[in-house]
C-alpha cells in the first residue's frame, strides 16, 4: 500500500485545522451524552412506562427494566416508490436480529420519502432539497424520546440518506448503522432510454413509446440503476464505513439481501459494547469525510453531494469546501464508466469487482485513509472484502483485487481520465459545479451568446417553437434555493441534446440543480451567489456572450465588469405562493444558506437578502 497522497493529506489537515473549534464542540456534546448512559434509566416511570407501553415478553421486561440495549429504527419506507418499498420486510428481520444479540428493537418512526424521479419537472420538485433537512428533523424526532442506546437508519435515495445522517449525528453519541436496500435488476439500456427521450423531444417519438421506454427502464423494487444520486449515496456511505461491507448494491428479495440486513442488526447491538464502542459522530470525522468525497470523484457521481457532503459535515461539526472537491478532484484519477459517464449500470459496476476493487485501488494508491473507524470494525481494509452464503452462513471473502471488466471499472495505472468527474468554475459569474465525466473534452469549452430563462419551461417552449437552433449558453435563473428551493432541471437535457447533436456549441448556466442524471451537456450548475439573491445572473440579457470553459476551471460573461454591475437586477416573476405544498416551505426558502455551504436551513450561514 502506498503512503497517504500528499494532496489527500493536505486537504484532510485543512480540513481538521479549519474545523477545529466547531468539531471540538460537537465532540464534546456528543461525550456529554455519551457520558449519562442509557438516559432511560432515569426517565420517571410514567414517562418510561409510555416507552414500553405497547412492547410485550420478554422485550416488555427488557425495556422496563433497562437491562438490554435498546436499538431504534427509522426507516424511509414507502410502497410508491420502488427503491424504498423492499423496506417494507425490514423491521420485523431487525427485531429478531437484536432480540438474537440481546437487545430490544422498537420502529421508532417514519421519515418521508420523495422521489425526484416522480417530480422532476414539476412544482413538487421545488420542496426535494428542503425534504432532505425535513428527514433530518423527523430522524431527529423519532431519536428524541431518550430510549435508545443505538440507531438502524433504512432509506437509499437522494435527499434521504443525507437527510438521515444530519439527524443521526444530532444524536452522535449513539453507535448507528445505515441499511440498504439494494439496486432493481438491470432493464432497458440506459442509452437506448436516453435516445427515446431525444426522439420525443423532437417530435418524433410518440408519448406512448417514451412510457414504453421508461417503464422498460424503471420496471421493479430496488433502486434505479443508473449512477445518480441515489447509487452515489450507497457507494459514499459504504467508503465513509457506514454500510456493512459489500451490502450497498446487493438486490432486494434475495437471500444474502435477508442476511446483510439481519447481520446490521446484530452489528449495532455490538458496536454498543464496551472498547468497541462506536458512535456515529465518532466514525464520521474528517477522514471519513474526504474518503467520501474521493469515492465521489473516482467514480464521476453525483453533483448533488457538493451539497449533501458539506451539509453532512457540517452536522459533525466540520467545514468541508468546493474548494477541497476541486483539489482532491486534480489527483483522484476516474476510475469507473456508469451511465450517465458510460454505458454500463450500476448491476455491471457491481459485477465488474464494485466497490470492493475500487476500495483496494484506492488504498494502494494511497487516495484514501485507511485508518479509520468503520460500523465493521477498525480500518478500511476491511471493505475489500465482499459478502457471500456458505451454508446459508453469512460470511465475507476477499473481492476481486482487480476489475473484471475494464470497459466498466479500472484501476490506478489505467485510468478512465487523470482527474475525477467534479470540478468548480468560477468567474465573474460567481462559483459553479460542473460534471465532466460524461462530457466528451471537445463539449467542455464553449462560448457563446445567453439565451435567458426565468422558468425551465419557457425554454422547453421555445425549443419547440424552433427559436433556438444555433450555438448557445442556456441561463435559467433565478433556480436557487432561495427562490424556490432549488429543482433539479435534468428535464432540459433531452432538448439541450437534440442541439448538440445538430452540431452546435451548447451549455447550461443555472442556479439550479441538474442531479446525479447530467450527462453530454456541459452544465455549470448550483450558481451562487444565486439570482434572487442579487447574483450576476440576474443581470445577464439575451445575446450577453458566456464562455464556460470546464478544463481552465472559469465561467466568465464577456461583458465589461462596470457594463455588468451598473445593469439593474432582472427579477423574475415571482413563484406562486400555494399548490404542491409550496406554502408550507416558505420558511426554509427565507432561512436557507447558500449552495456552496450546502443550501441547508441549519445555520450553516445567514439567509442571503432577496432584491
Known amino acids: 500500500m502506498a503512503p497517504l497522497h500528499a494532496v489527500v493529506e493536505r486537504v484532510t489537515r485543512r480540513i481538521a485545522e479549519r474545523s477545529e473549534r466547531t468539531r471540538s464542540a460537537y465532540l464534546e456534546r456528543i461525550n456529554a451524552a455519551a457520558a449519562q448512559g442509557p438516559v432511560r434509566a432515569d426517565l420517571p416511570c410514567s414517562n418510561l412506562a409510555h416507552g414500553f407501553a405497547a412492547c410485550s415478553g420478554s422485550d416488555r421486561l427488557a425495556v422496563r427494566g433497562v437491562s438490554k440495549p435498546g436499538v431504534a429504527i427509522v426507516s424511509a419506507y414507502n410502497d410508491m416508490l420502488s427503491a424504498h418499498q423492499p423496506y417494507n420486510e425490514f423491521p420485523a428481520w431487525l427485531k429478531d436480529s437484536v432480540r438474537e444479540a440481546g437487545g430490544v428493537a422498537q420502529f421508532a418512526g417514519g ?14 420538485m421545488e420542496l426535494s432539497l428542503f425534504s432532505r433537512d425535513v428527514i433530518a428533523m423527523a430522524a431527529g424526532v423519532a431519536l428524541s424520546h431518550e430510549m435508545f442506546d443505538g440507531a438502524l437508519m433504512l432509506g437509499v435515495c437522494d435527499k434521504i440518506v443525507p437527510g438521515l445522517l444530519i439527524g443521526a449525528l444530532a444524536f452522535g453519541h449513539l453507535p448507528t448503522l445505515l441499511v440498504p436496500a439494494g439496486p432493481m435488476p438491470s432493464g432497458l439500456p440506459n442509452r437506448e432510454k436516453s435516445r427515446i427521450r431525444q426522439l420525443f423531444a ?59 440486513t439481519e447481520e446490521a442488526g446484530r452489528q449495532v447491538v455490538r458496536l454498543g459494547q464496551g472498547e468497541g464502542r462506536t458512535p456515529i459522530g465518532e466514525l464520521l470525522d474528517e477522514k471519513a469525510i474526504v474518503n467520501g468525497v474521493v469515492a465521489l470523484l473516482a467514480t464521476g457521481g453525483s453533483t448533488n453531494h457538493t451539497l449533501h457532503l458539506p451539509a453532512i459535515a457540517a452536522a459533525a461539526g466540520i467545514e468541508l469546501t468546493w474548494d477541497d472537491f476541486s483539489e482532491l478532484s486534480a489527483v483522484v484519477p476516474s476510475l469507473a464508466k456508469v451511465y450517465p459517464n458510460g454505458s454500463a449500470d450500476i448491476n455491471h459496476f457491481a459485477a465488474a469487482g464494485g466497490v470492493q476493487t475500487l476500495i483496494g485501488e484506492l488504498l494502494d494508491a494511497g487516495l484514501l485513509h485507511a485508518d479509520v473507524k468503520t460500523v465493521a470494525g477498525h480500518g478500511l481494509d476491511r471493505y475489500r472484502q465482499q459478502p457471500f452464503l456458505d451454508d446459508g452462513e453469512l460470511v465475507w471473502r476477499d473481492g476481486p483485487s482487480k476489475s473484471l471488466d475494464t470497459d466498466v471499472l479500472r484501476g490506478v495505472d489505467d485510468p478512465f481520465a487523470p482527474d475525477g468527474g467534479l470540478r468548480v468554475l468560477e468567474g465573474n459569474l460567481g462559483r459553479a459545479v460542473i460534471k465532466v465525466s460524461a462530457v466528451a473534452a471537445t463539449h467542455r469549452t464553449v462560448t457563446a451568446p445567453a439565451r435567458v430563462f426565468d422558468d425551465q419551461h419557457d425554454f422547453t417552449a421555445a425549443f419547440s417553437a424552433g427559436e433556438i437552433d ?30 448538440m447533436d445538430r452540431g452546435h456549441q451548447v451549455a447550461l448556466v ?13 452544465a455549470a450548475i448550483q450558481l451562487t451567489p444565486e439570482a434572487t439573491a442579487g447574483g450576476p445572473l440576474s443581470r445577464i440579457q439575451d ?24 445593469r439593474q437586477p432582472a427579477r423574475g416573476a415571482d413563484p406562486a405562493p400555494f399548490g404542491t405544498g409550496r406554502e408550507l416551505f416558505a420558511a426554509f426558502r427565507n432561512a436557507v444558506g447558500r449552495a456552496d455551504q450546502g443550501a441547508s436551513v441549519f445555520g450553516q450561514a445567514q439567509p442571503q437578502v432577496r432584491v
Not at 510 to 520: E, I, V, Y
Open 470 to 499: 444555433h450555438d448557445v449558453v442556456v441561463v435559467i435563473r433565478n433556480q436557487g434555493p432561495q427562490a424556490n428551493g432549488m429543482p433539479e432541471l435534468h428535464g432540459l437535457t433531452p432538448a439541450l441534446g437534440v442541439l
Open 111 to 124: 421519515v418521508p420519502a420523495m422521489c425526484d424521479g416522480i417530480t422532476q419537472g414539476r412544482t413538487g
Open 543 to 566: 445575446g450577453d456572450v458566456i464562455r464556460l470553459d470546464a478544463d481552465r476551471g472559469t465561467l466568465e460573461a464577456l461583458v465589461p465588469d462596470d457594463e455588468l454591475t451598473a
Open 202 to 260: 423532437e417530435g418524433k417519438a410518440t408519448r406512448e413509446d417514451l412510457l414504453e421506454a421508461e417503464s422498460a427502464s424503471y420496471h421493479s423494487p430496488g433502486t434505479c440503476t443508473f449512477y445518480g444520486t441515489a447509487n452515489s449515496n450507497q457507494l459514499v456511505v459504504e467508503v465513509m464505513g457506514l454500510h456493512l461491507p459489500g451490502s450497498s448494491f446487493v438486490p432486494p428479495g434475495t437471500p444474502l439481501r435477508k442476511a446483510l
Open 510 to 522: 443555472t442556479d439550479g440543480r441538474m442531479s446525479g442524471a447530467s450527462g453530454k451537456i456541459p
